[in-house]
């Protein structure tokens, strides 16, 4: 069973976001899924079997955490499109058309290498933040809304870039308050600098405690910065250690993600 570690919204190895992509004739039982995105053990493993012809999507994509099963995953759809081109297993029309728990989800390749995600537009809703929230991340929220059932998360803006750049936030308490994760963000001290804002994702009450760049979490941050600053495309810094840009343009109930990605494993899984 051949592996592919492929790092996503990344324009050089070993930055962006790494996700193991295994294309399959079908898929076996969850358990084995679930064992093999552990053994991968980064954040996403993506698994996808090509669909018969003549329907709705191209091919059939789920997404793994080392400890469960995702309904949305937008770094390792990017990956599986870059493993599907740069090997030509998909050779019908653009874009290539995933189905998942999510719905159909296009990726449609750029003439500059890049890759577009189509995916749905986060539904926000403002909240109280919950109490305990500022202190288990350790910053206090100047807004907080929720992001709706797909995603599960709390999207928090902070003070400024600085204050997202220091959290160290208290993870264990952090995973008591949303239902997969906290997005914590903040506008972009200098656009100058190539982007619009900063986020980062903390997501222990999966097995990632924190996600290097989240494709799904800019679903949620381009609504709300695009409404803040005035312009439907914008880019993101996802400010972990590795770093990312993830380009995004609202489109309504639609979000576009655009971003490049690496292969820089090719294996075998040998059991």
Excluded at 29 to 41: F, H, S
Excluded at 164 to 193: Q, Y
Excluded at 241 to 258: H, Q, Y
Aim: proline share 7%; with cysteine.
């Amino acid at each position: 069973m051949r592996i592919r570690i492929v790092d996503a919204f990344a324009d050089r190895p070993f930055t962006g976001n790494p996700a193991g992509v295994l294309l399959l004739d079908t898929f076996p039982d969850d358990t084995r899924l679930q064992r093999i995105a552990l053994e991968v053990n980064h954040a996403e493993t993506a698994f996808a079997h090509r669909l018969p012809e003549g329907g709705e999507a191209d091919w059939a994509l789920r997404w793994f955490t080392p400890a469960a099963e995702v309904a949305m995953c937008g770094h390792a759809t990017l990956a599986t499109a870059h493993v599907l081109r740069t090997t030509g297993a998909h050779t019908g029309p653009d874009p290539v058309r995933f189905a998942t728990r999510s719905g159909v989800l296009l990726a449609s390749p750029g003439e500059d290498g890049s890759i577009t995600l189509d995916f749905p537009t986060a539904p926000l809703t403002r909240v109280e933040p919950p109490a305990g929230v500022a202190e288990a991340l350790g910053a206090e929220p100047l807004t907080c809304f929720d992001t709706g059932p797909n995603m599960g998360d709390l999207l928090i803006e902070v003070a400024d870039e600085k204050t997202v750049l220091g959290l160290a936030p208290d993870l264990k308490s952090l995973a008591t308050h949303s239902e997969r994760g906290i997005i914590a963000t903040a506008r972009a001290d200098d656009p100058a600098e190539g982007y619009d804002f900063v986020s980062r994702c903390f997501f222990p009450r999966i097995g990632v405690d924190e996600d290097p760049v989240t494709g799904s979490a800019h679903t949620a941050l381009a609504p709300y910065w695009s409404e803040r600053l005035g312009r439907p495309g914008l880019t993101g810094l996802q400010a972990s250690a590795r770093t990312g840009l993830v380009r995004t343009e609202l489109r309504g109930d639609r979000t576009l993600l655009t971003g490049r990605a690496i292969t820089t494993i090719d294996g075998e899984l040998l059991v």
